[in-house]
């Protein structure tokens, strides 16, 4: 070999060799490189790993869920949340649904382990090329962000949810990731998870979507806000059209049902109102509502996620709110001046509050208040059934006689309180019977006085009346202030035989489970008077209906009893009656205690109580009130073969017949007014206490008839202009019962004038 090709090679083999050595230096470093980021990587990781939340709390999380409420029918009044989300397990969601979110959210879902390494390099590549963005995180990463992490755009809380949803999905299976995410995710308007989004904008379950429905549904969570329907349409359809190409092209439909569902009505609902507006007879749901967080507390109550049956039946809802509509419109017509009215019904043997209307005019964010459990109104002479069931029970026959004659009782002023009626006449001695018909004050403040103001206040609260009452004789003309709720309740201790139940809207709540945790199905019953004193407190309202201030206005064709109320200055009206079956309280006012015109709680309160009634029970057989007959004697008056007097046993008369005047053994009662010459009696009250006005006598009393003749037992007047209005507008209450004969009443000389004078009547 020559010395020149001998020095060729050598050279070559220098420049091999130190190209070897450089490619080797290269490949060193290029090691070291990549060595130094996967150290470096792993240690990151390692970092964040220690800090990850630990992903055992999914097993044991328990999502906010809604509360739904629904009337006795099923029909849904209403949904409470903090977030509105109805869990579903993953068999009840429709296979088709899941494909449609694995479509358009994640079509390698069912072959990854978490993270999607290939879509994330897709991703990159698109938002390179400035194409249409492809989203990166998996559904798996998604659940994990939902459960553990923030909403922050940042490196490390990327690479703590690329960690988590490898952790996830190392412990879950994929049918358990997917039943999470679909749960939890936000679809707009208020509905998380598929199934509230499916009530929310479809009115259905997820169950019976329809493809172009659900389609819909999964395009929405990657913004709601800007493809919900009911911001822009177009756009939403837009998104829904996407959503079918994603499952054509997984091969989850084919393209011809794509196209069909693309073109298919949606059905879309009208968007709701939110919170209470959108609630169904919200006066009755609200109250619902109130009762659900006394009783469960309100993080229950919006995230529990209860079933809740309410009592409530829809068809008397609809009558009571017709009714009330109708009563403050003949109040507009006849110059009532009364412009808010309130009913409240009951069944008697179970406490079911099956309608409730707390005002005149339609619930809003601006009229939410409830006049018929918020309002605390005077009852008046409504209240007078809680006196006469104390002296009842403790043993006084309907008999016994008391003068309606003039009293009058110290006040803390110096003052004297004299209890009047508004025609300032007394009729002197009458029975028990005659006076409640006839709602005379005199006779309810003697009686209260001789019984005792505590014992009557024991009673009304033992029999519904949850509000603090007064201890003062003016009691007995309701002075102190209730609800209609309570009013409805206590007369329904009477409807029941003396059996008192509480009242409640609800009968059943189950939790988040299905298990029952309240349960009113079966009442809680508690014997407050015996059936004896009910059935002979019955036939004394009975008499108010059919004789008294409640007639003719009040009579409704069958069995039925119950009681007017009117206070002083005409600010409050009342009528609360009952049958058998069922119970309701009716109150006429204005919400700033203004004065009405002479309204009376036998015109427009007894006349909305009678239309109610009569339509609620239109399909309900008529029936007396059941007779205990082991506990009382029926006897008729002296003389008289018609009229009949009923007794608790051991308190009847020793002959064979009842006549007026009978006080029983134990009881005595002042059965005659006092002479001219002795003083008008005086007793202080238990706690004096000024009433809104009162009048002053010096008169001296005067002496009427023991028993005053039927045409002197008047219901309480209506004005010649309220029953010119009425004729006129075709209403069918017949002329009242002509005024008594001027030999059976005190004179308009014997009394002060009219403007001296105010009662409770």
């Not at 130190?18 to 060193?28: D, E, I, M, N, P």
């Not at 996830?168 to 997917?178: A, G, P, S, V, W």
């Not at 209860?306 to 609809?318: A, E, R």
Request: hydrophobic share 40%.
């Amino acid at each position: 070999m020559s010395a020149a090709a001998l020095s060729s090679r050598r050279r070559r083999r220098r420049r091999l060799s130190l190209f070897g050595r450089l490619a080797y230096g290269t490949l060193t470093i290029v090691f070291l490189l990549v060595l130094f980021a996967a150290g470096t990587f792993a240690g990151v990781v390692y970092s964040y790993s220690r800090n990850l939340p630990d992903i055992n709390r999914m097993a044991d999380f328990q999502p906010s869920r809604s509360t739904r409420v629904y009337a006795r029918d099923g029909e849904q009044l209403a949904t409470l949340f903090k977030q509105n989300r109805i869990w579903v397990p993953i068999g009840r969601i429709p296979l088709l649904v899941r494909h449609a979110f694995v479509a358009n959210e994640d079509h390698n879902f069912y072959r990854h382990h978490g993270v999607d390494f290939g879509g994330i390099l897709r991703a990159a590549i698109a938002d390179y090329r400035h194409e249409q963005f492809q989203g990166a995180s998996t559904i798996t990463q998604q659940l994990a962000r939902a459960l553990f992490l923030s909403n922050e755009v940042s490196i490390s809380r990327k690479i703590q949810e690329a960690l988590l949803a490898m952790e996830i999905e190392r412990y879950y299976t994929k049918d358990e990731i997917l039943e999470r995410y679909l749960n939890l995710i936000y679809f707009g308007s208020g509905a998380y998870g598929v199934e509230a989004a499916a009530h929310t904008y479809f009115g259905t379950t997820v169950a019976h979507l329809r493809l172009g429905q659900l389609a819909l549904l999964a395009g929405l969570p990657a913004a709601p806000s800007d493809y919900s329907p009911y911001v822009d349409l177009a756009r939403a359809r837009e998104r829904q059209r996407h959503v079918l190409e994603r499952m054509v092209a997984s091969g989850y439909v084919t393209a011809a049902q794509a196209d069909e569902a693309g073109d298919a009505p949606l059905g879309l609902l009208a968007e709701r109102p939110a919170g209470l507006t959108s609630f169904r007879y919200p006066y009755f749901t609200t109250y619902v509502n109130h009762v659900l967080e006394q009783t469960f507390g309100q993080r229950a109550v919006y995230e529990g996620g209860l079933d809740v049956d309410t009592s409530l039946d829809p068809k008397l809802q609809d009558i009571a709110q017709s009714a009330v509509d109708w009563g403050v419109g003949r109040a507009a017509a006849e110059g009532i001046n009364a412009h808010e009215m309130a009913l409240v019904a009951i069944r008697p043997q179970t406490g079911e509050i099956v309608a409730m209307v707390g005002g005149a005019g339609p619930f809003s964010l601006h009229n939410q208040f409830n006049r018929a459990w918020q309002a605390q109104r005077q009852p008046g002479s409504s209240f007078k059934a809680y006196v006469y069931t104390a002296a009842i029970d403790s043993g006084m026959p309907a008999t016994t006689t008391i003068a309606d004659s003039p009293v009058s009782y110290p006040m803390g002023d110096g003052t004297q309180w004299a209890p009047m009626d508004d025609d300032f006449r007394f009729y002197g001695p009458m029975t028990l019977r005659s006076a409640l018909a006839q709602s005379r004050n005199v006779v309810a403040v003697k009686l209260a006085e001789q019984i005792g103001i505590d014992r009557v206040i024991e009673y009304a609260h033992r029999m519904g009346i949850s509000a603090k009452l007064e201890p003062n004789l003016s009691l007995a003309l309701g002075s102190s202030v209730v609800s209609p709720l309570d009013q409805a309740t206590g007369y329904a201790t009477l409807a029941d035989q003396g059996i008192h139940v509480d009242a409640s809207p609800i009968r059943l709540v189950r939790d988040a489970f299905g298990s029952p945790v309240l349960d009113n199905r079966i009442p809680q019953e508690t014997e407050v008077v015996s059936a004896g004193t009910a059935y002979i407190m019955t036939s004394l309202l009975e008499g108010v209906i059919t004789e008294g201030t409640g007639y003719p206005n009040a009579d409704i064709g069958r069995p039925a009893a119950g009681k007017t109320g009117t206070t002083t200055d005409f600010r409050d009206a009342w009528f609360v009656g009952y049958t058998p079956d069922l119970v309701a309280a009716v109150w006429l006012g204005n919400d700033d205690y203004s004065r009405m015109n002479e309204s009376y709680g036998g015109n427009i309160p007894a006349r909305t109580w009678a239309r109610f009634m009569k339509a609620a029970l239109a399909h309900t057989p008529k029936h007396e009130f059941t007779y205990p007959s082991g506990e009382l004697s029926k006897l008729a008056y002296c003389g008289e073969s018609k009229r009949y007097e009923y007794f608790l046993d051991g308190t009847q008369p020793d002959g064979s017949c009842a006549y007026a005047g009978w006080a029983g053994r134990e009881h005595t009662a002042d059965v005659a007014p006092p002479a001219a010459s002795e003083p008008v009696v005086a007793r202080a009250m238990a706690t004096p206490q000024p009433l809104p006005t009162f009048v002053l006598l010096s008169a001296e009393p005067v002496r009427l008839p023991s028993d005053p003749p039927e045409a002197a037992l008047t219901p309480e007047p209506e004005s010649s202009e309220v029953r010119a209005a009425a004729l006129e507008a075709g209403d069918e209450s017949p002329e009242p019962v002509p005024a008594a004969s001027p030999t059976a009443v005190a004179t308009a000389a014997d009394v002060p004038s009219a403007a001296a004078a105010a009662t409770l009547r």
